[in-house]
């Protein structure tokens, strides 16, 4: 006997397989959970903080205790935020007003041996 799917009895066409989650757009893709509404305390213990794409932890968080979580994802390019250097913000570097204390380039005279 033949199994046959309501879809197919009445014309219906199946449903399109669900959608591959893409790759990252660069190795360094982040992002941050955004709390939802009525969030558990363990939604809120991740704000401000960024995650690789590979490693963010999977929403609904394994200790959330709302009957429907509305946790989303904010995408970011890196996992970094903000300049961190002097130089990143447009502030010159000062140079090194210290004594120059290197005499001879090269090996110690007591590791030639």
């Not at 799917?5 to 941050?32: D, I, N, T, W």
């Not at 140079?95 to 120059?100: F, I």
């Amino acid at each position: 006997m033949a199994k046959w799917s309501l879809g197919e009895l009445f014309g219906l066409k199946k449903p399109p397989p669900p959608a591959k989650p893409r790759p990252p757009e660069s190795k360094f893709h982040a992002v941050s959970i955004i709390p939802g509404k009525r969030a558990c305390a363990a939604a809120y213990r991740f704000t401000g903080q960024r995650f690789l794409s590979a490693h963010a932890p999977r929403l609904p968080l394994p200790t959330c205790d709302s009957p429907h979580c509305t946790c989303r994802y904010k995408h970011h390019k890196d996992r970094r935020a903000g300049p961190r250097r002097r130089g990143e913000v447009g502030m010159m570097t000062a140079p090194y007003s210290g004594a120059e204390r290197r005499r001879t380039r090269g090996r110690r005279a007591e590791d030639r041996y």
